[in-house]
């Protein structure tokens, strides 16, 4: 088998990742977690992963003047789903939340310029949003550009100032409203720290095991099986 992962490690220099499943999440996760970044803030489309064929896709023009605030993409290998839900239902005392069957969500804070999406960054879970989406569970971890000259001292979200966490709030509170709509689709009911959003990232990452299991076994055996076909 040994050499068969060799093979594939090898194909991956080749062949470029998908970004959900081909890339990892990291070895310090959830302490530093890579993330794959379909939007920033200059963005008037929204981006979002085709989870087919691992290319960015054009979701929709942005709707309203609402832009997101900050790199906003997904932390690969994670999924949220049975694991998801029921932690949203413990911390909510609420019945019936499902995961949204995405991989996780994650805003990264930086005070550099970074002009395009459709990248890789590492970074620093700090907090997140418990956003309920129409009655799923829709979390939204808050991470900080690992090694960020300015942000670097912040190590929970608490430390953030209140405007910017309003600021955040805002945009995933209004994104998929009309102006004046009576009440909003989605709501968010807590926002948590450091800890929590890390025990969010493992419980994601072992819905994603639980579903897709480990993608690099599976192609290593699936590609066993086949030359060993081909030798009978």
Not at 49 to 54: A, C, N, T
Not at 111 to 116: D, G, P
Not at 178 to 183: K, L, R, S, V
Request: net charge negative.
């Amino acid at each position: 088998m040994s050499k068969i992962n060799e093979v594939w490690d090898l194909a991956s220099l080749r062949y470029t990742s998908h970004p959900w499943h081909g890339i990892s999440i990291g070895e310090k996760a959830p302490d530093i977690v890579t993330c794959f970044i379909e939007l920033i803030p200059s963005d008037t489309v929204k981006y979002e992963l085709d989870k087919y064929s691992g290319y960015l896709k054009v979701d929709r023009p942005q709707k309203f003047s609402s832009l997101v605030p900050a790199l906003y993409g997904f932390i690969p290998q994670t999924y949220c789903n049975e694991r998801i839900g029921e932690f949203c239902e413990k911390q909510t005392g609420r019945n019936e939340i499902v995961g949204d069957g995405d991989p996780l969500d994650v805003l990264v804070l930086s005070e550099r310029n970074i002009n395009h999406g459709n990248i890789l960054v590492h970074a620093i879970p700090i907090g997140g949003f418990r956003m309920i989406d129409g009655g799923e569970a829709d979390d939204k971890i808050i991470a900080i550009l690992q090694q960020d000259e300015v942000y670097k001292d912040w190590k929970d979200v608490s430390d953030l100032p209140e405007s910017l966490i309003n600021r955040l709030k805002h945009y995933f509170l209004t994104y998929k409203d009309m102006p004046g709509a009576e009440m909003s689709r989605c709501e968010i009911t807590h926002t948590y720290g450091a800890e929590e959003a890390k025990e969010v990232i493992r419980l994601s990452q072992q819905d994603y095991l639980d579903n897709f299991g480990n993608i690099h076994s599976k192609l290593s055996r699936a590609a066993w099986d086949a030359i060993n076909r081909i030798k009978k």
